[in-house]
């Protein structure tokens, strides 16, 4: 009884059965996406944007970054779960996806609290600490370009308040990090980023054996024997 259940089509019925609140709105989105090529690979499965939305609750989030819109599932899942005057910032590298969201933001209500970014992540998240420093939000969920992982997990650290969330989707990678024969770039960054953080005593970790893999990170609030980097800081520079 100790042993990971694996997981069948049959068993994943149930579990959505019993325990998925997905409604209308969130539905149809799922199904726009699903109509464009890939979308329905790329999109978050619902029972992780049902997630997300728990772990805004549970960590009292006002504020919280995306990295990676896509057609914005996981947005309005996050953006339903914030109290008022609550905000979500989501950056994509296109503004065609966020485009086909913001019908769907709009119908849930929730348009006025969401912020979309576009434009290359790097840039973006370098501007967001110059306008307004580091350690501003709540929660940060990450699900881009693979091949940049670990710098959006870095950025992220500067990012989230102590005692904050970060999230990271895809962090078994269709199962390639446990492949010794898949080394494209993106497996290895994912690999990279796994490592880094499972020697990172920054942060309390756990990483959930659900959907493509999802690592959940809690920055530590440390003692005054030791400091956070600043805004723009690396961490080779806070060592």
């Known amino acids: ?45 619902p029972e992780e944007g049902q997630l997300l939305g728990m772990l805004v609750g549970l960590v009292s989030a006002r504020r919280v970054l995306e990295i990676g819109t896509f057609t914005g599932y996981s947005t309005l899942s996050m953006a339903r779960a914030l109290p008022p005057g609550g905000r979500v910032v989501t950056c994509d590298v296109s503004a065609k996806w966020p485009a086909i969201a913001e019908p769907f933001w709009r119908r849930a209500g929730v348009a ?18 110059t306008e ?31 005692d904050g969330l970060i999230v990271i989707d895809n962090t078994l990678f269709l199962g390639k990090v446990a492949d010794p024969d898949s080394n494209d770039q993106d497996t290895l960054a994912i690999r990279k980023l796994n490592s880094m953080l499972r020697d990172d005593d920054r942060v309390e970790l756990s990483l959930i054996v659900m959907a493509d893999g999802i690592t959940l990170a809690r920055k530590k609030r440390w003692g005054p024997e030791r400091e956070y980097p600043t805004a723009g800081q690396t961490a080779t520079e806070r060592d």
């Open 1 to 45: 009884m100790g042993e990971q259940v694996g997981t069948t089509e049959r068993l994943i019925d149930y579990v959505r059965r019993v325990s998925l609140r997905e409604d209308e709105i969130l539905r149809d989105l799922r199904a726009e996406t699903a109509r464009l090529p890939a979308g329905r690979h790329l999109q978050v499965m």
């Open 112 to 129: 006025d609290r969401i912020e979309v970014r576009v434009g290359d992540a790097i840039e973006t998240l370098a501007g967001l600490r």
């Open 132 to 162: 307004q420093g580091g350690g501003r939000f709540d929660l940060v969920f990450i699900d881009a370009d693979k091949v940049n992982y670990p710098w959006y997990y870095e950025e992220a650290m500067l990012l989230t308040r102590p």
